[in-house]
């Protein structure tokens, strides 16, 4: 009779803290490999208390995810984390009040913080001016040089660590019988990294950072057109091979053993050697020597996760919570070797160097490697809004480029006065 009473009284005390959870839900837009990783990373959360119950959801493209969760913030339909990615992240930060700044919301509840947890790469872009992170750092990469090693050896020549040295060993490459180099996303590469590893000015009022107001978006210059300038001469002497706005487009080649340098995302690595059947390698994506004060840190570039505004006390303090689970050393370290991604924190890259995780895997280092190189005045980030129009122009004045249509200077000209002009216009819409 006591044991049933007892049995009956856990089950019932089971069923109460069952019934007490509070659910909060996740938006994002990542599919594949990548959105079953974000389901085991929330059943792990589950798993690890019994206060909150996370639900994620995808929301199709990182576009897509962005325009559904404003519109649901509109309608008091919000979720409670938005995925983000980061050509977005000055959209959702001036969207009045859509949401919570994210260290706010995790010293609000009584969780700890530590902005210099992060790495440095990482510390600054989904943060405001004064360093106060808005968005949750959470898929991050860095672009890097993939390199063919067996192409390499053939030609008898070393990875390049500027674009000088890039110059001296692509004829041998060429002459080898590869396509020296091919780059995914142009503007990620060659103009945000470009402006980036070479401590270059990216837009007014420090980089966009001090206020929508005003922003002017700078790559009308005799540096970032010299890079294009560079890619099309090399195009056309067979040094590099340009394959339209496509990534995987771009990628193929280097995949098929047919380009012997790739500039991809650091957290393709895995996907690589999935679908490349020679040995590769990599290193820090190139910069100019001839720069003063170029060979700082990249970019960043993925997404970051923001707290919607609008929610009840609890749910908010089971989404600081969570936020804290996310970032600890473990969660990061399963989410880097499960996807590729590069570790959000030192703590995380320690314990993954611990592990003899970069034995076994070199090239997952090297993105983490370069987001820890010395800063520069230049090299925090950038918050533009309407960005990814701005890329949209960028890509088909790119295009033009290598077509022939317009020459470097004309498509900056075009650049610059679209992209201002979006900018002025976001500008009169922000709140």
């Known amino acids: 009779m006591i044991k049933t009473a007892s049995t009956a009284i ?152 500027t674009w000088e040295e890039f110059e001296e060993i692509a004829p041998a490459l060429r002459d080898a019988g590869y396509i020296p180099m091919t780059a995914s996303q142009l503007t990620w590469m060659m103009v945000e990294n470009f402006k980036s590893r070479n401590n270059q000015q990216f837009a007014t009022n420090n980089n966009g950072y001090d206020g929508f107001e005003g922003t002017e978006i700078l790559v009308n210059d005799d540096n970032q057109k010299m890079m294009f300038e560079k890619l099309k001469a090399w195009a056309d002497e067979d040094l590099y091979g340009f394959y339209g706005a496509g990534w995987a487009d771009n990628l193929k080649p280097f995949e098929e053993g047919e380009a012997a340098m790739w500039i991809g995302s650091s957290g393709s690595f895995g996907g690589l050697q999935q679908s490349a059947d020679f040995d590769f390698d990599a290193v820090y994506m190139p910069y100019w020597d001839s720069i003063e004060g170029a060979g700082t840190q990249s970019f960043i570039g993925g997404a970051a996760l923001f707290a919607m505004a609008g929610k009840p006390e609890e749910e908010n303090a089971c989404t ?19 996807t590729g991604y590069v570790p959000i924190t030192e703590a995380a890259y320690e314990l993954a160097k611990s592990e003899g995780y970069y034995d076994d895997q070199p090239v997952a280092e090297v993105g983490i490697q370069q987001l820890m190189l010395e800063g520069g005045e230049w090299s925090k980030g950038y918050r533009m809004g309407f960005y990814p129009q701005i890329r949209s122009v960028m890509e088909r004045e790119f295009n033009r480029i290598f077509s022939d249509e317009v020459s470097v200077d004309e498509a900056f000209s075009i650049i610059e006065e679209e992209g201002n002009a979006l900018l002025a216009r976001f500008a009169k819409t922000a709140n």
């Open 320 to 338: 600081a919570q969570f936020f804290t689970f996310l970032t600890s050393p473990e969660t990061q370290f399963f989410y880097h070797r499960s």
């Open 10 to 161: 856990a089950l019932a005390l089971t069923a109460s803290t069952a019934y007490a959870a509070t659910d909060i839900s996740w938006w994002h837009g990542m599919g594949g490999r990548n959105g079953e990783v974000i389901n085991e990373i929330a059943q792990q959360f589950n798993d690890a208390q019994d206060q909150c119950n996370l639900t994620p959801v995808s929301r199709g493209t990182y576009e897509e995810a962005l325009s559904s969760g404003i519109a649901a913030f509109r309608s008091g339909e919000q979720p409670n984390i938005l995925q983000v990615f980061d050509a977005g992240a000055a959209t959702i930060i001036a969207a009045g009040g859509a949401t919570v700044p994210a260290e706010d919301l995790i010293t609000g509840a009584g969780e700890e913080f530590d902005r210099d947890a992060f790495i440095a790469g990482v510390r600054n872009f989904y943060a405001d001016a004064d360093g106060k992170f808005i968005g949750m750092p959470f898929n991050s990469s860095a672009p890097i040089l993939y390199y063919n090693t067996e192409a390499f050896e053939a030609a008898g020549v070393e990875p390049p660590k």
